[in-house]
Each structure stands twice: as C-alpha cells, then as structure tokens.
C-alpha cells in the first residue's frame, strides 16, 4: 500500500495578509514540487476575510482558527503539532515560492543527513538579494544599529582596512553580499525554513515566550547547543516582500524587537554579555529620547521592511511624539520594569 502521508508540512502564520496569503499560496501551487506536501494556515484572527478566502479559493488548506493573535510561535507550533510531514517548512504569507524551491530544500535534506535546517535564497521584490543569514547578536553590534553607527561601519565594509583585518578570518554575515553555494550559517529567518520535524520533536517547538521577532535567533542557539546544522541553500529561491505584519504595528514590533532580544540573552548568553546589552540599550534609547528634541531619530525604521517592497510606501508612520514616548517607555522598562521583559 503507497503511504499516503505528506513528506513536507507547510505552515503558513497569517494575519491581516489576505491577498498576500493568496498569492503565496497560488505561487506554491503553481510551481510543481514532486513530494506530497500538506498545507496548514494558522489564522491570527485576522479582519480581513483571509478564512473565507482560504474556504473558498483554497479548500484543500488546513486552516487553524485562533480567536486571538497568539504571537508568531505559537501559531507556528500549532502548526507543527498539526503537521504529519517529515519536514516543517515554516513560511512566511508575504512569499512568491519560486520553481523547483520546494524540491531543492527538500533534496537536501534528504541527501544530508547530518543536517537539521535549510533555508532558501531570499530575493526582493525586484529580484535582488535580501540579506537572510546571521551571526548570533552581540551587544556592540545591537547598539551600533539602534544609535545608526551601523549605516557607516556597512558603508566601510568594502573598504581596504577591513578587508585587510578580516583576511584569513571568518567575515562577520554583514560582510557577505551573497552566498553562491550551500553554507552553514548560525540562523535564518524564519520567513522560510524547512526543519527535520523529528529534532523539532527532540529539542522543543518555537519558543512561546517569544511573541514576535527573534523566533530564529533563540532557534539557532537551540540548534547550537544541540550540535544541529543550519544551511543556506542558493539554489532554492523564494520572493520576501517583508514587514507586512510589522509594518501595521510599528511601535508594538519595535518595541518587541528588542524585548525579545534581551530574553534571548538571559537565556542562552552569559550575566555579562546580557547585563552589557541591557545598559547599552539603555544608553542608545537615552541617546534617541535626547537626540528627538533636535529633530533626530523620530522615524523608526522597521526591521524586515524592505527597499523594494512595492507595499513600503504604505507603512503607517506613528506620531513623532509617540515615538518620543515610546523611548521612554523602553527606557523606563530598562531601568525598573522586569515584568515586562520576558523571562526564560
């Protein structure tokens, strides 16, 4: 008897992106995969109509009906706990899957077997390059992006000096413009990633904690301390628009970016490194509520937006007098507000 069960579990998050989700769904139809796969959208209770779409375009699709947002991992697990493939693929709905990427991360997998996880090639809308790929997060480098130093340390990247003081060393993920054949890498984006269900099921599904952004990052060093491999693989290809969550919730998803990231330094990083993040954050949002009064630092540029998101241009811009209140927030939550950091 041929075993009817689907090799590859795809699990779609969705919230507020029905046309995006339809056209991601479309775009994996419509691109020929040669393995049985099954799809599963974990609905965030979304206003947009997105479950009746799915029931009508879509009836094949597994659709999981939250009565309220849970967060990005939640909805995932809920996902994976679904999922009868041997693989998970977790997928963003703001994605265009491209041909043969299916079948590329599939085969890898397959044909290593040492390895746990494998991400695709992310590109823009306009077909270029989207960075995916990261180094584990330091202290130095999250102040240098929240303060903006980072725009010119990248500007310097191509420069004779730090080509010069990285030779022979590994180059830090921000120096790569592109990966042109398969490469470990510390984590991916989540935004598509085709994960062994079976270590999932060793070491545990997405952190819950964790109500939106660093999902992968606190994945990566879970893989880590388990000796699992993630790799980026070019060959496979996929379209990320980005931010199309995000964006409707600037400050809310500002705010748990960094969050998060304090929560996966208490638990995976040592009392130092988190104590030296946690005051360097503090600095930096002393240095934006101060800087604010001379007109700086009062547009918050959103991670994972990008430049050649066709959307870009619709992302609602707060009040810059909520921004303002918004940095005292996080530095009041620094300084006295531990209930509002999540705990490991």
Known sequence: MTDSRPLISIIIVNFNTKD?????????????????????????????????MLKQQFP????????????????????IEKAKGKYVLLLNSDTIVLE????????????????????PKLLNYDKTIQRSWFDFPNPLKTFSNLTGLSFYIVKLKNSLFLKLFFSGRKKPAFM?????????????????????KDMLNKIGN???????????????????????????????TIIHLGGSSSQKNILMSFEQFYLNLLYVFKKYESKIKYFQLKMLLLIAFIIRAFFWSFGVYRRINMFGVYSANPQKNDI?????????????????????NKKRIPKN
């Open 176 to 196: 790569i413009n592109a990966i042109p054949e398969a490469r470990e890498m510390d984590y991916l984006t989540l935004a598509c990633l085709l994960i062994r």
């Open 60 to 79: 094949t699709v597994y659709a999981i009906d939250n009565k309220q947002n849970l967060g990005f991992s939640k909805a995932n697990n809920f996902g």
């Open 20 to 52: 995006l989700l339809e056209q991601c769904l479309r775009s994996i139809y419509a691109n020929s995969c040669n393995y049985l796969y099954e799809i599963i959208v974990v609905d965030n209770a979304s206003r947009d109509d997105s479950l009746e």
């Open 206 to 236: 997405l952190d819950e904690q964790i109500f939106f952004y660093h999902e992968d990052c606190e994945l990566g060093y879970r893989f880590r301390a388990s000796q699992m491999k993630t790799y980026y693989l070019p060959a496979a």
């Open 100 to 119: 043969n990427t299916l079948n590329h991360l599939f085969e890898f997998l397959e044909n290593n077997k040492n390895i746990t996880a494998v991400g």
């Open 316 to 336: 609602y811009r707060p009040k810059d007098i909520d921004v303002l209140k918004l940095y005292f927030k996080m530095i009041n939550t620094l300084l006295f």
